[in-house]
């Protein structure tokens, strides 16, 4: 009886390797990756049915004039290239699991999720310290990240690929974000 008990709370960010995910020439990375100097829109992640990549395949579908790239293995991997087959989906190129994510990041003009559940995406905090711009979804713990309701989708594919289009720019302020509260 009478004892205080102080308890202190410490907020543990993911860290990130801030030298391997910076910002390089996305012409040299494109390049090294085979990939062409079309304007290219990717994704990297587990291809998993929370990640909604249908979605992802509706965007590519309505945007022929851009390239899109998944990168990542998981069990929708089969559906997903059967879809891009069947729909005939020619802009979109899925180039399996690669350590070498920094260089896709880097390879891309904007980095976009589409999943229906996430907690703190590990893969967005990446492309944010490339400085790749992103398009996320409004869940999880994202909104605590990114404050700017111009880079968050609606759900909606008509909006989304407005908003899409108009967020390919070099994000400077995301880098900062990530060496001030990730690094």
Do not use: Q, W
């Amino acid at each position: 009886v009478g004892k205080h008990i102080n308890f202190s709370s410490k907020i543990l960010r993911v860290p990130i390797d801030i030298k391997r995910f910076s910002p390089k020439s996305r012409i040299t990375v494109r390049r090294k990756l085979y990939l062409d100097d079309k304007k290219t829109i990717g994704t990297i992640c587990r291809l998993s049915p929370e990640k909604n990549l249908g979605y992802f395949l509706d965007i590519a579908k309505m945007m022929p004039e851009y390239n899109f790239v998944i990168v990542g293995d998981g069990p929708e991997k089969k559906s997903l290239l059967y879809r891009i087959r069947t729909e005939g989906i020619g802009n979109v190129n899925m180039v399996g699991y690669h350590e070498n994510t920094e260089d896709y990041l880097n390879s891309f003009d904007l980095f976009i999720l589409t999943s229906h559940i996430e907690g703190t995406p590990i893969s967005m905090l990446e492309a944010m310290s490339c400085g790749t711009n992103v398009v996320v979804p409004k869940v999880g713990g994202i909104s605590d990240i990114i404050k700017d309701d111009r880079n968050f989708l609606k759900m909606n594919l008509k909006e989304d690929i407005s908003i899409i289009k108009k967020c390919f720019e070099f994000s400077p302020h995301f880098r900062k974000y990530i060496l001030d509260n990730h690094s």
